[in-house]
């Protein structure tokens, strides 16, 4: 029994509060985790008035940010948290040796790596299914800036203009960071604990007291000089978004054991409940896993907005936005008519990570690629991959769907009302058949699951997708681009070729 309350004790980090685990009979390393989360707030709103770009440099920043965050995690995951020291370490070494033409592969595969070595140790060495805070949880969030920085390291050192996209070309770097300013980037007290991930512009324009710059377009000059006299305050949505944020905890504290998701697989349950109050409770039981995601990421938001990080410009009417790097809209998830909605409004920036990284630049089968790039940076519970591999099929399928059978509902408000009901209740249940084994983690109890359901959601996700195909990205992008081709003047496109064929002999 010592033994294993070393262990914990270890595993943990600081001991200081053990006292407050024991009255609130909650594990150890989650009140660490909330006790540093409120001390991280603290510390933004202090970082924001006493560290305000206007009065101290650049430098100091990096330094206070990166110390304090070093300081949270090592009393929240004690010495496991020099693994966040070691990744970064090694991968802004490979940036520096390799060259960027090609450090963004090896940036990837070496932080995936260690991330997934880390992942598999503490599952199958320490303890297999443990929920609670766990140190691999910061270092998804660090492998994610530093393969993000490495590829937009590439892109505004290696590559052409022309060849980036719009939103590339906001995002590339067109310099190689200092060490301080790249483990402020991956270790500031704001965002070591939960994330959320951010682009190395938008944090580096935030510690420098600049937000936007790179992004300020011709449409943006007005609130370009708003910004400039008059800095907005994020007191008021900092004070929302807290207040949501532990009204989540509070619903999850108190319904989190009335559904609990195991009883989906209870022999007797199936035996004995009808096939619509199974549905029921399925939809119930993973709707009360989701306010921890919310408490957590909505928290972490509060923490970066206090320091100022986070501003997003304005909106149509002169409201400030916080919106930047948020990592969740609430009820955008709830009420989603689409898995596709449903994916954009949930874990934002690890969508926008994927969707950077891998889907935007994979030349074959992009969604595939992207869910199992997921599964790998999840973890190493086959359960994660169980989900990931349903949620391919499930994607096709629900793509099907939107390409083929929307289109007859839209010629008037009553059939557009009818075929979103139909698809909200549709895409809430597929949701719930496609997470519950990320859930159980185990394969035995996930395919009990699904043998309980007869693979029925599989089976006709497979006939839609087959019977409903719908062409490839590039390809369905390669036809608009030729239907607009043709309804241009042909002397404007002879033309265009022209000037075109004149700049490639120039250069």
């Given at each position: 029994m010592a033994d294993e309350s070393t262990r914990s004790?270890?595993?943990?980090?600081?001991?200081l509060l053990?006292?407050?685990?024991?009255?609130?009979?909650?594990?150890?390393?989650?009140?660490?985790?909330?006790?540093?989360?409120?001390?991280?707030?603290?510390?933004?709103?202090?970082?924001?008035?006493?560290?305000?770009?206007?009065?101290?440099s650049p430098f100091i920043r990096h330094v206070v940010a990166t110390v304090l965050g070093l300081y949270f995690a090592l009393f929240c995951f004690g010495w496991?948290?020099?693994?966040?020291?070691?990744?970064?370490?090694?991968?802004?070494?490979?940036?520096?040796?390799?060259?960027?033409?090609?450090?963004?592969?090896?940036?990837?595969?070496?932080?995936?790596?260690?991330?997934?070595?880390?992942?598999?140790?503490?599952?199958?060495?320490?303890?297999y299914g443990m929920y609670s805070a766990d140190f691999t949880g910061p270092m998804m969030v660090i492998t994610q800036?530093?393969?993000?920085?490495?590829?937009?390291?590439?892109d505004g050192m290696a590559r052409k203009e022309e060849h980036l996209t719009a939103g590339q070309?906001?995002?590339a770097i067109r310099r190689m960071p200092s060490l301080l300013e790249y483990f402020s980037y991956n270790c500031n007290f704001m965002g070591i604990l939960a994330g959320?991930?951010?682009?190395?512009?938008?944090?580096?324009?935030?510690?420098?007291?600049?937000?936007?710059?790179?992004?300020?377009?011709?449409?943006?000059?007005?609130s370009k000089s708003r910004l400039r006299q008059d800095e907005p305050s994020p007191n008021v949505e900092v004070v929302r978004k807290v207040a949501t944020s532990f009204f989540c905890l509070l619903v999850f504290l108190s319904v989190c054991k009335v559904f609990p998701v195991e009883r989906n697989i209870d022999a007797d349950f199936i035996a004995n409940t009808p096939f619509y109050a199974q549905v029921v409770y399925l939809y119930l039981s993973m709707l009360t896993t989701r306010p921890k995601y919310y408490f957590v990421w909505t928290l972490?938001?509060?923490?970066?907005?206090?320091?100022?990080?986070?501003?997003?410009?304005?909106?149509?009417?002169?409201?400030?936005?916080?919106?930047?790097?948020?990592?969740?809209?609430?009820?955008?998830?709830?009420?989603?008519?689409?898995?596709?909605?449903?994916?954009?409004?949930?874990?934002?920036?690890?969508?926008?990570?994927?969707?950077?990284?891998?889907?935007?630049?994979?030349?074959?089968?992009?969604?595939?690629?992207?869910?199992?790039?997921?599964?790998?940076?999840?973890?190493?519970?086959?359960?994660?991959?169980?989900?990931?591999?349903?949620?391919?099929?499930?994607?096709?399928?629900?793509?099907?769907?939107?390409?083929?059978?929307?289109?007859?509902?839209?010629?008037?408000?009553?059939?557009?009302?009818l075929y979103d009901v139909i698809t909200w209740a549709a895409t809430q249940i597929a949701i719930c058949y496609t997470v519950v084994p990320f859930v159980l983690l185990s394969v035995g109890p996930s395919l009990k699951f699904y043998r309980s359901w007869y693979f029925s959601l599989h089976i006709m996700c497979i006939v839609l997708a087959v019977v409903m195909p719908v062409k490839p990205r590039h390809l369905r992008l390669k036809e608009q681009q030729k239907s607009c081709s043709q309804d241009l003047d042909p002397k404007l496109l002879e033309a265009a070729d022209t000037t075109y064929s004149h700049k490639e002999k120039t250069s």
């Open positions: 004790t270890a595993c943990t980090g600081s001991s053990q006292p407050v685990s024991e009255m609130t009979n909650l594990p150890l390393d989650q009140v660490n985790f909330v006790v540093c989360q409120l001390c991280a707030l603290i510390s933004a709103f202090w970082f924001r008035i006493f560290l305000h770009p206007s009065k101290t496991y948290a020099l693994h966040f020291l070691l990744q970064s370490g090694l991968t802004y070494g490979i940036m520096i040796l390799t060259g960027v033409e090609h450090m963004h592969k090896y940036c990837l595969v070496v932080a995936l790596s260690y991330l997934s070595l880390c992942q598999i140790t503490r599952v199958y060495v320490f303890d800036k530093i393969t993000s920085l490495a590829f937009e390291i590439h070309k906001i995002l959320p991930t951010c682009s190395y512009n938008d944090y580096i324009a935030f510690i420098e007291g600049e937000p936007r710059r790179h992004r300020e377009l011709e449409a943006d000059k007005q972490a938001d509060a923490i970066n907005n206090a320091a100022g990080f986070g501003f997003n410009g304005y909106d149509s009417n002169g409201a400030p936005r916080w919106d930047l790097i948020s990592n969740l809209r609430i009820l955008n998830i709830e009420f989603a008519t689409s898995f596709k909605v449903f994916l954009d409004n949930w874990n934002i920036q690890t969508v926008q990570w994927l969707k950077r990284v891998c889907y935007e630049r994979c030349p074959y089968h992009p969604t595939a690629a992207t869910f199992i790039l997921s599964a790998m940076w999840h973890g190493a519970y086959p359960g994660y991959y169980l989900t990931f591999l349903t949620g391919i099929v499930v994607t096709l399928a629900a793509r099907a769907v939107r390409h083929k059978v929307r289109p007859h509902f839209l010629h008037s408000a009553a059939h557009k009302l």
